[in-house]
């Protein structure tokens, strides 16, 4: 019978196998998945789990060159790139492997438009709360990637596990927003390196935007990618050409140990009231080959680009539509003048002769003349499309029946279709700031006293009477957010009309020039009617109206001109329009660069 092993080698004078002086080595059990490296390898080569000298520099020199595109070229995006741009998203780290990310790719124009829209409102927004100069600077950013890169892709993150579930969150709940950043800098990265450019978006009100992608409760946006063919090779970040800011030094923000007690870090700058000189940069396309710096023209610059890109439209001649109505309201008292003085202007107007139409006449326009209900007979030489049906004063009753108001919405489609280049916005009508008032404070949900104005030659007790006029006719009843009801309750016929106008020249591929509140108030139903409208639109000026400058920001427009006018009739959007037809002219005979 064969003896034991380790009693044998013992016998031989071996050492025992399993003595602690034993120098012996087995082979180390190497997995088939997963870190085949040992301790022995990791202590002997601390370094050797880097990547190649070459990989390595090429990643620091896609986060070096990595920049927020603004201008974008409409070339579409393959698949096959969009995907690895996703792939990227979707391999990012995450708190608890939870993986809380949602990619919704946007193509459709309509909606990216829509988006665009709530862009634009919300940076004025946010402009209104800034000091002058911080404010010029933020409303030089250009945000026309929303519309002009061929793809938007909106990453989501889905709370609705509950925090406690996730590994890491319960301590952390914000931990996975955090790993829907890391998501979109690989997205952002990967893009740069392939050639793609994308520009992160966001100024949105969150709420608008989760509304607009129909997102669940407790489904949360980070904002909009815009990704797609870059039209601009920035050689650095471009808040940082835009002296917006400097990068800060890296020993600035690094810490050692903890928190200094003194003379660490300040705060984050506050960019409310600091004012910081520097020089207005970003390039648009229109300005590009121009002889001339970039946006040299300012606002008119922004405007402009907006009309080029319409296309389509005849851009060498627009068109005055000046729209007149009386209202019942006026006889409340809530005017500085008699009800005729409607008919005189139109009158007027058809003779060539009032201010708007001399104007028009000045800045090289064509006019179209619309009674839509001015009191007594219809006028002569105007276009006849006046209101039907009973008619109240705010106050007691509806300014119009719904049909009414369906009709003249359609009839100021037809005149709208029909403009000739760009079509700018005029009214007359005493007493119509009231109803402008009434309509302003229905929509924006702000009081009478924040939103009534003066009006042409009021007084102090008139804008009692009209801030009582309106307080009546907003609790008269429950008035609901659609057009036709907005209309019907609170509006007027040339209001009807000129809603119709916008839809009818944006349908036909016209841009529309804004005057005052009335044109204005009457455009934002136009766009809660049709969102993309607003894509379309023109602010000419911001008049004396205390409500015009919160419409034009409602409706994310800046105006091209602050002239306090109380003229109405359009004059300011001849005024403005007349300024675009030069601006137009100007890119087309100035001298271009190669």
């Known amino acids: 019978m064969d003896g034991d092993p380790r009693t044998e080698a013992v016998h031989a004078g071996e050492a025992d196998p399993l003595s602690k002086t034993d120098e012996r080595r087995w082979p180390r059990p190497v997995p088939t998945i997963g870190d085949r490296t040992s301790a022995v390898e990791r202590q002997a080569n601390p370094r050797g789990w880097a990547l190649s000298g070459e990989v390595a520099e090429a990643l620091s020199e896609v986060i070096e060159a990595r920049r927020d595109i603004r201008r974008f070229r409409p070339d579409p995006v393959p698949d096959e790139l969009l995907r690895q741009v996703l792939e990227a998203g979707h391999r990012a780290p995450s708190v608890g492997h939870s993986q809380p990310w949602r990619f919704i790719v946007v193509r459709d124009p309509a909606v990216r438009d829509r988006a665009a829209y709530l862009a634009d409102r919300a940076r004025l927004r946010q402009a209104n709360d800034l000091e002058p100069d911080r404010a010029a600077r933020l409303l030089d950013l250009k945000l026309e990637g929303l519309r002009e890169a061929p793809l938007g892709v909106v990453v989501t993150c889905d709370r609705r596990t509950p925090a406690a579930g996730v590994l890491g969150r319960a301590t952390f709940p914000d931990a996975d927003l955090w790993s829907c950043a890391c998501a979109i800098q690989n997205m ?32 949360v946006t980070l904002g909009w990618l815009c990704l797609g063919w870059p039209d601009e090779r920035p050689p650095a970040p471009g808040l940082e050409r835009a002296a917006w800011s400097r990068r800060l030094p890296l020993d600035s923000v690094v810490l050692q140990e903890h928190w200094p007690d003194e003379d660490g870090p300040q705060m984050p700058v506050s960019h409310l009231r600091a004012p910081a000189p520097g020089e207005l940069v970003g390039a648009t396309d229109a300005a590009d080959e121009l002889l001339t710096p970039p946006e040299a023209l300012g606002v008119l610059d922004r405007a402009l680009n907006r009309i080029v890109a319409i296309g389509g439209a005849d851009l060498d001649r627009g068109e005055l539509v000046l729209v007149g109505a009386d209202h019942p309201v006026a006889a409340l008292g809530v005017s500085a003048y008699p009800a005729s003085v409607t008919r005189d202007v139109l009158e007027a107007a058809v003779a060539g002769r009032s201010v708007g139409i001399a104007t028009a006449s000045a800045s090289g326009l064509a006019s179209t003349v619309i009674d839509a209900g001015v009191d007594g007979p219809p006028v002569r030489g105007a276009r006849d499309l006046r209101a039907s049906g009973p008619r109240g004063d705010l106050a007691s009753g509806d300014a119009l029946s719904p049909d009414a108001v369906l009709r003249l919405i359609e009839e100021g489609r037809a005149v709208g279709s029909a403009g000739h280049g760009i079509v700018a916005l005029g009214e007359v009508g005493v007493g119509n700031t009231t109803v402008a008032a009434a309509l302003t404070c229905a929509v924006l949900g702000i009081a009478p006293e924040d939103t009534v104005g003066l009006g042409a030659g009021s007084d102090a007790e008139i804008v009692q009477r009209k801030i009582h006029v309106v307080r009546k006719s907003l609790s008269r009843k429950k008035i609901h957010q659609d057009p036709i009801d907005l209309l019907a309750a609170l509006g007027g016929p040339e209001f009807a009309v000129l809603t119709g106008v916008v839809l009818g020249a944006v349908a036909a591929g016209m841009p529309v020039v804004l005057d005052g509140l009335a044109t204005s108030i009457a455009a934002l139903l136009a766009v809660r009617t049709e969102p993309s409208v607003q894509a379309y639109l023109v602010a000419g000026q911001v008049s004396r109206e205390r409500a015009h400058a919160l419409v034009l920001r409602e409706l994310g427009l800046e105006p091209l001109l602050s002239l306090r006018l109380r003229a109405g009739e359009g004059v300011g959007a001849c005024l403005a329009t007349s300024m675009l037809l030069q601006g137009l002219q100007v890119r087309r005979t100035a001298a271009r660069t190669v």
């Open 188 to 219: 952002w990265l990967t893009a740069r390196a392939v050639g793609l450019g994308m520009g992160w978006v966001t100024l949105f009100e969150p709420a608008d935007l989760a509304a607009l992608l129909h997102l669940p409760d407790g489904v």
